[in-house]
């Protein structure tokens, strides 16, 4: 399985921003062929769906409570997955992982997190009000 490493979160007032980063270590699967994702798990909660981009980098889809604040992307040269979060709030505060698609070359990329195989480790995001 692809290793998975998340960095970048952090302690941030309400209407801030942080930059999540991921990054995959080198396998048997070819990273630019693999569609990303991005989860959140708040206290108490279930793990949740943020957002996603396909192994080419054309579709991504986003939870409706980021979308228009969030923004994903993907360097497949470093292979590394970056999760834009801008005008936080404090219902963002969870931590956040990001995760491999289990197929190769989906069409078009899922929220359901049984589509995805290998997990990073996670990394806090708090938001303060």
């Known amino acids: 399985q692809v290793q998975l490493v998340e960095s970048g979160g952090g302690s941030v007032q309400a209407g801030g921003s942080l930059r999540l980063s991921c990054a995959a270590s080198d396998s048997g699967r070819s990273f630019s062929n693999i569609a990303m994702g991005w989860f959140r798990q708040a206290p108490g909660k279930e793990r949740e769906f943020v957002a996603a981009?396909?192994?080419?980098?054309?579709?991504?889809a986003f939870a409706d409570s980021v979308k228009g604040r969030f923004t994903i992307s993907r360097d497949n040269a470093k292979r590394t997955v970056y999760l834009q979060m801008n005008s936080l709030k404090p219902e963002d505060t969870a931590v956040y992982y990001c995760?491999?698609?289990?197929?190769?070359?989906?069409?078009?990329?899922?929220?359901?997190?049984?589509?995805?195989?290998?997990w990073g480790q996670g990394t806090q995001v708090t938001v303060s009000s």
């Open positions: 981009i396909s192994w080419s980098a054309y579709s991504t």
């Open positions: 995760a491999t698609d289990r197929l190769i070359r989906r069409i078009r990329v899922t929220p359901e997190p049984n589509e995805y195989d290998s």
